[in-house]
């Protein structure tokens, strides 16, 4: 890397150590609970959750065969619920 890229990679560092963050203002507590309306699932819009998932594949392998339904495989990196 030449020196330029350096020092200009250095001068970054040091501006972004020193700069301050710019945090959000809190949320009054007046306006949590609109805030945590707007936000949930209203009626129909979590209908997934009412579908019996299966958590195992051969489980599900056995069921889909017993009952002649394709399966949808929802296959992910990392703890499913976002736990590391």
């Known amino acids: 890397m030449s020196r330029t890229k350096l ?5 970054g560092i040091a501006f972004m150590a020193v700069a301050p963050a710019n945090a ?3 949320i009054p507590a007046e306006k949590v609970e609109k805030l945590q309306a707007l ?5 129909g819009e979590d209908r997934w959750a009412a579908i019996p998932w299966q958590t195992s594949l051969w489980e599900a392998r056995k069921l889909a065969a017993e009952q002649g339904k394709p399966i949808l495989l929802w296959e992910m990196d990392g703890h499913p619920l976002g736990c590391t």
């Open 24 to 26: 959000a203002e809190p």
């Open 39 to 43: 936000i949930k699932p209203g009626n």
């Open 7 to 11: 020092n200009v990679l250095a001068w």
